[in-house]
């Protein structure tokens, strides 16, 4: 069990205190003095040895489920004796523009609170040693690990979000740039599927950013309603004087929702935008075609008339009419090459 549990502490006062090793005898301790709490953090726990916890602080099994099989969505769930709070915290690889998602679960009880966190992201140790500089935001109590958690997770939204847009800019110069969006200069990166002189390779970024975006909406947008309502009064187990904390996170979070909506109405006009240059790139290359084809045409057609092997035949015996036949293709031939190249064909 130690190897699960990352911090074990009573805090008092706003304060961190000594206490029993135990986590339960630190949860009998915090319940006695009556002005204190119990905060335990844990990493990825397996079901029996979450069993020990949720028996202790009388956790409600559906509550348990949700912590023991992760892959959940943001969401608040109120039980009779806790609070439990579902986080996905995000983290963006800028080497692989990959957004990749964890997991955090908060339980809110009386005179506790139990972390539970998934994955490798979102450590909580700097949470925690940040939290326990301020002794009046802990003197609210187990909501005030709930404001602190909940606050670190959309500052990074805000981060992620900011690290997506930089990306983004790039991303439109290489869509716009003169050389048709396949692979630009003065990129940080070069992006997935990027290769220099594929048509694809610009659309198949597109459609790779787009994606992440995606993965990131499925974080921030479910928590808009579980952040109103902590901002708002009546929910139980949070401190009333906690409340204005609330709402700073979620004004925060409806910043980071706005932001992960405008990159993702801005990918599908990018998106557009290409598709249509693609289009007009092959019209374009359609119409050169066209147009040499059709100068190809003429000497052909005269060619193959005088081609046929009849003997009777127009201009056959006059002593200038190879030539002349000849300097006529070219003079025609000219004559469309002029009017294409007016014409912006060529």
Not at 15 to 23: E, K, L, N, S, Y
Not at 43 to 60: K, P, W, Y
Not at 118 to 130: D, K
Not at 278 to 294: F, L, P, T, Y
């Amino acid at each position: 069990m130690p190897a699960v549990i990352v911090d074990c502490a009573i805090y008092r006062d706003g304060r961190r205190t000594d206490g029993p090793a135990d986590f339960s005898d630190a949860l009998a301790e915090a319940r006695a003095t009556g002005d204190a709490f119990l905060w335990l953090g844990l990493h990825e726990a397996t079901a029996h040895e979450f069993d020990l916890v949720s028996s202790e602080f009388g956790l409600h099994p559906l509550a348990v489920e949700d912590a023991l099989t992760a892959h959940q969505r943001p969401k608040l769930e109120i039980y009779d004796d806790s609070l439990f709070v579902v986080l996905k915290p995000v983290r963006y690889d800028h080497e692989r523009d990959i957004v990749s998602s964890g997991e955090l679960m908060v339980f809110v009880g009386d005179s506790f609170v139990v972390t539970v966190r998934h994955g490798g992201s979102a450590p909580l140790t700097a949470v925690r040693q940040r939290l326990e500089a301020e002794p009046e935001v802990l003197k609210h109590g187990p909501t005030a690990v709930l404001y602190a958690v909940s606050d670190a997770v959309v500052d990074d939204y805000i981060e992620v979000a900011g690290e997506l847009q930089l990306d983004l800019e790039e991303l439109e110069e290489q869509v716009f740039a003169p050389n048709g969006g396949d692979g630009g200069s003065g990129s940080r990166k070069p992006g997935p599927g990027s290769g220099p002189g594929s048509v694809m390779s610009t659309a198949e970024r597109i459609y790779n950013f787009k994606r992440q975006v995606m993965e990131f909406r499925r974080a921030t947008g479910p928590l808009a309603s579980p952040m109103a309502r902590l901002a708002g009064p009546g929910v139980p187990f949070v401190d009333t004087g906690s409340q204005l904390f609330f709402r700073d996170v979620n004004d925060h979070l409806l910043h980071a929702n706005e932001q992960v909506e405008g990159l993702d109405r801005l990918l599908s006009d990018i998106l557009a935008a290409h598709l249509a240059q693609m289009g007009v790139r092959q019209n374009d290359d359609m119409r050169k075609i066209s147009a040499w084809a059709a100068m190809a045409a003429v000497p052909t057609l005269v060619a193959g008339i005088y081609g046929m092997n009849f003997r009777y035949m127009p201009e056959l015996r006059y002593v200038w009419a190879y030539p002349a036949v000849l300097v006529f293709m070219v003079v025609v031939v000219f004559g469309l090459h002029r009017a294409f190249k007016r014409r912006g064909w060529l």
